[in-house]
């Protein structure tokens, strides 16, 4: 069993993801057996005869009687596509028509293993898996076909929900072979088909959910309504650390249909549940007075309130005390002797993740079980959280997993579902709390915040031969009193250009902030790709070289294998990642003047076992203010499974990324957040998103996440477009500010 990297185990711990598993362990863990070949789906009920059973070899898939072909989604669907894509691997194995598919949303058990969304890890972990449990229904099927010819196996092949005779073209549908597969032993070992083979795998497949989305019949977290619901709002102290003194409800409760007002007092655990009060109501409208009418009395900390200010200057102290995680050659002395030494600061702040669809959640406790649904990326945590606070066995805790309106890391947290279940407890009756846009911006689990110090030195030929880096961050790490080291996921000792430059030096150090963190799309990269790209564009300038030609210099012409410890290690390929280098270079005519009035910058990264180059180009308005014309991508992500759900998310990355490098921030004064909705935290509007052209790398490597890859250098190379436009480097984020452009 392999080692698993730092995300990987973090997730392991807190119960999101299991152990590797292997077809053999997969098919011993999934309970196939000789008897039953069930491991989450029984028989259907009411069943009279053997002949009328559904064909349920494992969790995954079903084939009714009638001909149905019913395939399992295990993962939560957050926008990622997994639902299209989990049951595309299980169709192709299976070999039937597409077409012929119904997709279901599988409920959260045991027997499917981890079911998470998070780290652009959902095909990667489950590739080989969920593969095999299409494989050993149709090998099943295939032999209860042989045995009523009464001929050999390798006489038979299945295509398209039949399995067909070779010498005379005869077939038999699965349904008709149905009950005599379900009586066979399932082979261990079920041989996956050859990548050349893939009819499904690697094709443009609209998403299932397509249809019911766009006519409203979706079920996301709000549209869920069981019967004698109660729905709560709370009022959560505006100030972070901040606790309950005092609580006048008499307004709130004369208010009609609002029912009770409940005090939450705050756990021990800062990422469950905070300070607040709840206003139990028979409707929405009613619950969402009756906390305006609430009069409130907060205990405030003692210590200062964080300000952005204060940040600041703990961000400058901190850099006097870092710890160094990497240090190759003797920077110090390399620095004294080069021709040219350039240095920079970067300033990253907080972001929110703004969903689409603010933070909500259902339970229904009763004194024997608890019924829970709802968005999120983590059914697994909710479920532990849940036998935490009602003390029933997991065994007796439902969840049900609806659609999710966008996750972005948001919901790997469960604070929201701990108040339903909480509130739930509390009154004997099912709860559903629904949060505000306003409440999700005010309290989130921010981006950590950073300041990142560098300094590099040229050589007499213009070659980089040292660097160094000093960084400090509010590490979400540390703030959720995790064992992982603070610097996890804040940077990177393994990242280019580390292993590429004789002379490297990495610094840092966490500095405190009652702000809460949490994982935000693309954890730490979507910081330190801006970072590292914007100074070696400055590098390659002070050099007099082109960007790129100074990348692909820097990387060398021998193909090595870089260590990598974090996640989407244990290696990554220079040969890959010169690759989209020269492909985003190529299909963006970098080697060609741009156009009058059009200005270029470039970035490349790796992260999560992707590989991406960016070119952004834009012109300026006359205020003054870019307008981005189009942005190119060269994606290596290993097999695709499906085109359409990849370029669907690789888009959304680039989009995403230029609303936080453009436009977001999140601002703290007197220890409360400033912005409010998307007027003071905007997103990015249609009219102002460009054509993005997306070039994806035919690769025979294993499949890799797609979800957050193109974020990170976007902001990179942006600035370095910005940089070819005005000569100004950018060094704080956000660029604009109020139509303004901060250089």
């Not at 100074?535 to 692909?552: C, H, N, S, T, Y």
Request: glycine share 8%.
């Amino acid at each position: 069993m392999r080692k698993f990297n730092a995300q990987e185990q973090l997730g392991i711990e807190a119960g999101l993801l299991p152990t590797e598993i292997q077809r053999r362990d997969f098919l011993k863990l999934s309970g196939l057996s000789v008897a039953g070949l069930l491991i989450g789906i029984g028989p259907a009920k009411g069943a009279t005869a053997p002949e009328e059973k559904p064909f349920e070899p494992n969790a995954f898939l079903s084939i009714q009687p009638d001909g149905r072909i019913i395939l399992f989604s295990k993962n939560p669907e957050i926008g990622q596509g997994i639902k299209t894509s989990l049951p595309q691997l299980i169709a192709e194995e299976l070999e039937v028509d597409w077409k012929s598919v119904e997709v279901r949303q599988a409920p959260l058990d045991n027997r499917y293993g981890a079911q998470f969304a998070g780290g652009s890890t959902g095909i990667k972990t489950n590739f080989v898996a969920v593969r095999t449990a299409g494989a050993a229904a149709r090998e099943m099927l295939i032999e209860a076909a042989a045995r009523r010819w009464q001929i050999s196996l390798d006489q038979c092949f299945a295509r398209n929900g039949f399995v067909i005779r070779k010498d005379t073209n005869e077939q038999l549908s699965y349904a008709s072979l149905a009950t005599a597969a379900a009586k066979l032993n399932v082979r261990e070992n079920p041989v996956l088909k050859s990548r050349k083979d893939f009819r499904i795998i690697g094709q443009s497949i609209p998403g299932v959910d397509n249809a019911q989305i766009v006519t409203g019949k979706a079920e996301f977290g709000l549209d869920a309504r069981p019967r004698g619901m109660r729905v709560a709002f709370i009022e959560r102290c505006p100030v972070f650390g901040g606790k309950i003194k005092a609580v006048d409800d008499s307004a709130a409760l004369a208010i009609a249909g609002v029912e009770q007002v409940i005090r939450i007092e705050p756990t021990k655990n800062p990422t469950q549940l905070v300070a607040g009060v709840a206003v139990i109501a028979s409707n929405t409208w009613a619950a969402m007075k009756g906390r305006k009418a609430l009069r409130i009395e907060w205990d405030l900390p003692a210590e200062l309130p964080e300000s952005d200010e204060a940040l600041r200057s703990r961000f400058e102290k901190s850099l006097e005390s870092t710890e160094v995680l990497r240090d190759d050659g003797n920077v110090i002395d390399s620095l004294a002797k080069c021709k040219i030494v350039h240095e920079a600061t970067f300033e990253a702040p907080f972001l929110a993740h703004a969903p689409m669809e603010p933070q909500n959640y259902i339970a229904d406790v009763q004194a024997d079980k608890a019924d829970l649904w709802g968005p999120t990326q983590v059914p697994g945590s909710v479920r532990q959280r849940a036998a935490e606070i009602t003390g029933l066995p997991p065994n007796k805790i439902n969840v049900r997993m609806t659609r999710v309106g966008g996750g972005f890391g948001r919901r790997l947290m469960a604070d929201y579902a701990c108040e339903a279940i909480y509130l739930s407890k509390t009154i004997g009756k099912p709860v559903q709390v629904v949060w505000t846009r306003e409440d999700d911006l005010q309290h989130d689990f921010y981006r950590p915040a950073g300041l990142f110090k560098l300094k590099a030195g040229l050589d007499e030929n213009g070659q980089l031969v040292s660097w160094h880096l000093k960084a400090t961050t509010t590490s979400r790490y540390v703030f959720a009193g995790s064992s992982s080291p603070a610097y996890q996921t804040e940077v990177f000792p393994d990242g280019f250009p580390a292993g590429f430059v004789k002379n490297f030096r990495m610094e840092y150090a966490p500095t405190s902030s009652p702000v809460p963190r949490g994982a935000w799309r693309a954890p730490g990269h979507n910081i330190t790709a801006w970072v590292d790209q914007c100074f070696i564009d400055e590098m390659a300038q002070k050099a007099g070289k082109d960007p790129v030609d100074f990348r692909l210099e820097l990387l060398g012409e021998e193909d090595r294998l870089m260590p990598y410890s974090d996640h989407g290690g244990p290696v990554y390929s220079t040969r890959r990642l010169k690759n989209v280098i020269r492909l985003a270079a190529e299909k963006s005519n970098w080697r060609q003047a741009a156009p009058k009035g059009i200005y270029r910058g470039f970035a490349a990264h790796f992260m999560f076992g992707a590989y991406i180059a960016e070119v952004v180009s834009l012109s300026l308005k006359e205020d003054g203010t870019p307008k981005v014309e189009r942005v190119v991508v060269a994606a290596d992500c290993g097999l695709v499974i499906n085109k359409s759900g990849a370029l669907n998310q690789l888009e959304g990355g680039i989009i995403d990324g230029l609303s936080s490098a453009l436009r977001q921030a999140i601002h703290i004064t007197k220890g409360r957040v400033q912005e409010q909705n998307f007027d003071d935290y905007p997103l990015l509007r249609m009219k102002d998103a460009p054509p993005v052209e997306i070039f994806l790398v035919e690769s025979e490597e294993d499949p890799e996440g797609m979800g957050e890859m193109t974020l990170p250098p976007l902001a990179a190379a942006l600035c370095n477009a910005l940089f070819a436009a005005t000569g100004k480097r950018i060094r704080k984020l956000p660029i604009q500010s109020r139509d303004r452009v901060t250089t």
